[in-house]
Antibody
Framework: QVQLVQSGAEVKKPGASVKVSCKAS????????ISWVRQAPGQGLEWMGW????????NYAQKLQGRVTMTTDTSTSTAYMELRSLRSDDTAVYYC??????????????WGQGTLVTVSS | EIVLTQSPATLSLSPGERATLSCGAS???????LAWYQQKPGLAPRLLIY???SRATGIPDRFSGSGSGTDFTLTISRLEPEDFAVYYC????????FGGGTKVEIK
C-alpha cells in the first residue's frame, strides 16, 4: 500500500533552517510528483511547492521563493523540503503529498502524517 | 493568484441531513480543475473529489461535486457521523490555491 512517512517534529530558533524528509513506499516513486503543504495552528492549508520525482523539476509558491528548496533522492524514494530563515509564522504542520502529475502541481491522493515545526526563541 | 472563498464558514447539521458546501473563485478555474478534501482533527487531509465532479478512489457515493467556471459545490447527500469535519476546496488550473475551509459540525 502507498505510504508516505515523514521525519519527526522539530524545534528551531528564528533565522535557522529546517529540512523535513518524506519517505515513499508502495508505488513507483519516479512516476509521480510530490507537493508540500503546510498548516499553521488552527488555520487552513497552504501549498508550498511541487517537485517532479522523475526529473527534479520544481515549482514553488511565490510567497516562499528564495527560502524553500525541494529535492528528491530516487535511490531511497525520499523527498526533502528545506525552509531557511525561519520566522515565528513558519510554525506549522508540514505535509508531503503524492501529486498525480509529473508536469505540475495538481491533486494529492496520498499524504504523509505531517511534521510539526515550531519556530521559537 | 486565484482566490477561493468557501461558504458558509460553519455548517451545523444533524446526521442524515443533506450538506451543501460552496466554493467561489475570483477568476474562472480552467478545465474545472477543482478538488475537495476532508480533514479531521489531527489528521492529514483526504482527497474526495477532483476535476470538479470525479470521486477519488474509495469515496462513498453520498459525496458529489459539481460546478464550473467560478462556482463549485460539494454535496453530501446524507450525513454520516464520520462526515463531520472540515472541508477544503483547491484549484489547480492556475498555480495552486486552497479555500479557507468549511467546518461541518453536529447540530
Amino acid at each position: 500500500q502507498v505510504q508516505l512517512v515523514q521525519s519527526g517534529a522539530e524545534v528551531k530558533k528564528p533565522g535557522a533552517s529546517v529540512k523535513v524528509s518524506c519517505k515513499a513506499s508502495g508505488y513507483t516513486f519516479t512516476s509521480y510528483g510530490i507537493s508540500w503543504v503546510r498548516q499553521a495552528p488552527g488555520q487552513g492549508l497552504e501549498w508550498m511547492g511541487w517537485i517532479s520525482a522523475y526529473n527534479g523539476n520544481t515549482n514553488y509558491a511565490q510567497k516562499l521563493q528564495g527560502r524553500v528548496t525541494m529535492t528528491t533522492d530516487t535511490s531511497t524514494s525520499t523527498a526533502y523540503m528545506e525552509l531557511r530563515s525561519l520566522r515565528s509564522d513558519d510554525t506549522a504542520v508540514y505535509y508531503c503529498a503524492r501529486d498525480r502529475s509529473l508536469v505540475g502541481a495538481t491533486i494529492f491522493d496520498y499524504w504523509g502524517q505531517g511534521t510539526l515545526v515550531t519556530v521559537s526563541s | 493568484e486565484i482566490v477561493l472563498t468557501q461558504s458558509p464558514a460553519t455548517l451545523s447539521l444533524s446526521p442524515g441531513e443533506r450538506a451543501t458546501l460552496s466554493c467561489g473563485a475570483s477568476q474562472s478555474v480552467s478545465s474545472s480543475y477543482l478538488a475537495w478534501y476532508q480533514q479531521k482533527p489531527g489528521l492529514a487531509p483526504r482527497l474526495l473529489i477532483y476535476d470538479a465532479s470525479s470521486r477519488a478512489t474509495g469515496i462513498p457515493d453520498r459525496f458529489s461535486g459539481s460546478g464550473s467556471g467560478t462556482d463549485f459545490t460539494l454535496t453530501i447527500s446524507r450525513l454520516e457521523p464520520e462526515d463531520f469535519a472540515v472541508y477544503y476546496c483547491q484549484q489547480y488550473g492556475s498555480s495552486l490555491t486552497f479555500g479557507g475551509g468549511t467546518k461541518v459540525e453536529i447540530k
